[in-house]
């Protein structure tokens, strides 16, 4: 099997629908693009990744949204290097189709008293519902690494939630530990790296907000 040295997950950069919530009742959500702001900092991050991978190859991994297929292409990685497929199973959280705003702050205000990991929205998904399909993209990405030719780099472009759902599969964590981390900031990256022990570690913590409240002895 060969393993990637490095994974590295990236948020898109910053959208109309993260300085605008109201935008959601006009544009669908995949249809969202990047303001100027969530550009340059794609561009900021892109000059990260250069330095990171050098003259090594990549296997992309990208999300469908508009928002996301921007913040790639404002990484200006060459595409020589580079291969890249498109994985609707990285998409955003499903909160409904033409939202409500008034109703979307509500449940939004629902799902912090329940819980981000469990709690669905009614016309949408539970953060458990994006953990099973990240779930199943982690599968397919390891059976990747069976082709003797796999790129020692993996990118994936993706939202935040997806970012900390990957990583609390990959590193087991429990849904206490999950639901004590917030969102990466726009166009952040977190860096899975390949240690001579052959496990992965990862380069820095997502931020907490609060200490894990866990059920049982798994916390």
Known sequence: ??????????????????????????????????????????????????????????????????????????????????????????????????????????????RDAYGHFFYRFAQGESGADVYDRVDGFLESLFRSFDAPDHPPNVLIVTHGLAMRLFCMRW?????????????????EMRVLVLGEDGKYTLDRPFEQWRQPEPYGITG
């Open 1 to 110: 099997m060969a393993r990637p040295r490095r994974i590295v997950l990236v948020r898109h950069g910053e959208s109309t629908g993260n300085v605008d919530d109201s935008v959601y009742e006009r544009e669908p959500d995949h249809a969202l693009a990047l303001t100027e702001r969530g550009r340059r900092q794609a561009e900021e991050t892109g000059k990260r990744l250069h330095d990171l991978f050098g003259q090594e190859h990549v296997s992309v991994y990208v999300s469908p949204y508009r928002r996301t297929h921007q913040t790639l292409s404002a990484f200006g990685l060459d595409p020589a290097l580079i291969r890249v497929r498109e994985e609707p199973r990285l998409r955003e959280q499903d909160w409904g189709n033409w939202q409500d705003l008034k109703d979307v702050r509500l449940q939004k205000a629902y």
């Open 171 to 187: 590193f087991h964590w429990t849904v206490a530990e999950f639901e004590s981390l917030s969102n990466p900031g726009n166009a």
